[in-house]
Nanobody, 124 residues
Framework: QVQLAESGGGMVQPGDSLRLSCVASGGTFSSYTVAWFRQAPGEEREFVSAFRKGGYTYYADSLKGRFLISRDDAKNTVYLQMNNLEPDDTAVYYC??????????????????WGQGTQVTVSS
């Protein structure tokens, strides 16, 4: 059973940066695809980014160039570097782990394990 814990959220101003961390315990983390999703109030959970075994990375089209996902298997940690944040980035950010097929990588309900989420608020 893999357990995930996110951290690094907070309240920032537009244009600022944040780095989220997702630490895993209880499993062979390196064998999973780890993804970030986010959910704003009243909205569905949406895909942000994923890191697949072999070093393959994926992003929501709207976020390419501003967000960067990375992974440190020695620390069982996946990071999401978020730059030039905008008010529309305000959401609870979740990390998730699973073994989705490539075609399902962006589908939330494919992932087995979820963290509790960390709030990111971007406001002036």
């Amino acid at each position: 059973q893999v357990q995930l814990a996110e951290s690094g959220g907070g309240m920032v101003q537009p244009g600022d940066s944040l780095r989220l961390s997702c630490v895993a315990s209880g499993g062979t983390f390196s064998s999973y695809t780890v993804a970030w999703f986010r959910q704003a109030p009243g909205e569905e959970r949406e895909f942000v980014s994923a890191f697949r075994k072999g070093g393959y990375t994926y992003y929501a089209d709207s976020l390419k160039g501003r967000f960067l996902i990375s992974r440190d298997d020695a620390k069982n940690t996946v990071y999401l570097q978020m730059n030039n944040l905008e008010p529309d980035d305000t959401a609870v950010y979740y990390c998730a782990a699973g073994r989705p097929a490539l075609s399902a990588l962006r589908t939330a309900n494919i992932y087995y394990y979820w963290g509790q989420g960390t709030q990111v608020t971007v406001s002036s």
